[in-house]
């Protein structure tokens, strides 16, 4: 069973910029959530994917977006970076079984270090 | 609104001292409450999951218990590679699966 992978592990980039990470989600998993962890903070929920729709979203600016392919792998993007997007970003996935209102863990991948200067 | 407290923020503990962390939080219905291990720079690990007041969960030297108000993660008689931070998220009922988490306990035991 694979686990969650995340891509790159660290990116450096500068105000203004625009950034994609990348996400695989671990094997029969059809959700996916991403968080943004400040440095000695616990991670904040950014957004969830379910089934390739936006399911869900914390208090980040519209310029956080996403993506969730069909292989249920997924997308973060960043627009218009400011110093404060600095921090490690991770995303969970886990299996959502809307018809059982079942509740699965979220496993983590290892994230991504962003830095912006 | 969804809210984890976790205390203490930091604990130092001897090879061997046991000791509880906890984590106390506010929900409207609780569908499960997690504990993860964080190591610095990595992604959070799973530990427990547990759904309901009265249930309890173990692995190795961790203990995992649930109240309607407050949840507890025993460590009995811990190594210096328990070292880490503890972090507690519960997740609403209804709705989709945004996960509240705390700020964490960090916990060092020393040799």
């Known amino acids: 069973e694979t686990g969650v992978t995340q891509s790159p592990t660290h990116l450096i980039k500068t105000r203004g910029q625009q950034v994609t990470l990348r996400c695989s989600s671990q094997?029969?998993?059809?959700?996916v959530s991403w968080y943004q962890q400040a440095l000695g903070q616990g991670p904040q929920f950014i957004f969830q994917y379910y089934r390739e729709e936006e399911n869900g979203r914390g208090n980040f600016p519209p310029r956080f977006s996403g993506l969730q392919f069909p292989n249920y792998s997924s997308e973060l993007n960043v627009n218009a970076l400011e110093l404060d997007d600095s921090a490690l970003y991770l995303c969970a996935s886990s299996l959502e079984l809307r018809a059982r209102e079942m509740t699965d863990t979220q496993y983590f991948g290892p994230g991504t270090r962003l830095t912006v200067l | 609104e969804d809210q984890v407290t976790q205390s203490p923020e930091a604990l130092r503990l001897q090879e061997g001292e046991s000791s509880s962390l906890n984590c106390s939080y506010t929900?409207?219905?609780?569908?499960?409450l997690f504990w993860y291990r964080q190591d610095p720079g990595k992604g959070p690990e799973f530990l427990f999951t547990l759904y309901s007041a009265g249930e309890e969960k173990e692995k190795e030297r961790l203990k995992a218990t649930l109240t309607k108000k407050e949840s507890f993660l025993h460590i009995t008689a811990p190594k210096p590679e328990d070292s880490a931070t503890y972090l507690c998220a519960v997740q609403a009922a209804g709705g989709y699966q945004k996960v509240t988490f705390g700020t964490g306990t960090k916990l060092q035991v020393i040799p």
């Open positions: 094997s029969g998993h059809n959700t």
């Open positions: 929900v409207s219905g609780l569908r499960g």
